[in-house]
């Protein structure tokens, strides 16, 4: 079975900081990686997703993450954080049986508050 | 673009009643759509998988006749709760299977039963 381990719930920087979030998963086959963010009030949005190729990936807002197969992680990383980052992130994972048209296995979110 | 809607966006029902729920995709067609239920400060759970003109599939332990699944067009898919009791209170929230070999979500649904 899938899972999806983000090892940090809840984060608490000032603005202009640098953001790293964890995420591990484990899956037994090829796998498509997500980030979304969901603002207070909003729904879930995509950040960034990795299917192939390059594993650095770049996404919007200046978020981008890196695919590491040997580590089994898809850590998130933004250079500079704003006020407005302020959300909910989860990573996500699906099995690449149909070019992603699986369901997605969600981690439990990393509750991000950035102090002005 | 890519465009996910639910409706309704909250509903409060009493216990043993069926609540029904919409999932459009407004501006694009969606083959397959999904399901998924959060509870209070935890993640997103997938319930089950829409495909248009054919039989949800399911996940382990989620009860296929409490929640029934019909996916009639291809940007239109329902979620009934049925019989619902308190224990089903939580947010209900859809997805489709849009371009770029994304899912859009939709804003959630919030179920209430008293």
């Given amino acids: ?3 999806v381990s983000q090892h940090n719930h809840h984060v608490i920087l000032s603005e202009a900081a ?6 591990n998963y484990s899956y037994g086959g090829t796998v498509n990686l997500f980030w979304y963010v969901q603002y207070p009030g909003q729904h879930l949005q995509l950040l960034l997703k990795y299917f192939s190729g390059d594993p650095l990936v770049k996404g919007i807002k200046g978020f981008e993450a890196e ?3 040997s580590k089994f992680s898809f850590n998130l990383r933004k250079p500079s954080v704003q006020w407005s ?10 099995g690449d049986s149909g070019g992603g048209a699986d369901g997605l296995t969600f981690g439990k979110g990393t509750h991000l508050i950035i102090q002005p | ?3 996910v809607s639910q409706h309704p966006s909250w509903v409060i ?7 029904k729920i919409e999932c459009r995709s407004l501006d694009f067609q969606a083959t397959t759509m999904f399901w998924y239920r959060q509870f209070p400060k935890q993640s997103l759970m997938l319930m089950a998988t829409s495909n248009e003109g054919s039989k949800a599939t399911y996940e382990q332990g989620v009860e296929k006749d409490k929640f029934l699944i019909n996916h009639a067009s291809l940007t239109l898919s329902t979620l009934t709760v049925t019989s619902a009791h308190p224990e089903d209170s939580s947010f209900y929230i859809c997805s489709a299977w849009g371009a770029g070999l994304t899912q859009y979500f939709g804003p959630g649904t919030r179920l209430t039963v008293l």
């Fill in chain 1, 1 to 3: 079975a899938q899972s």
């Fill in chain 1, 18 to 23: 640098s953001l790293e979030l964890g995420c």
């Fill in chain 1, 67 to 69: 695919f590491i197969k």
């Fill in chain 1, 85 to 94: 980052d302020t959300a909910e992130y989860f990573c996500a994972v699906n």
């Fill in chain 2, 1 to 3: 673009g890519a465009v």
């Fill in chain 2, 13 to 19: 029902c009493k216990s043993g009643t069926s609540v």
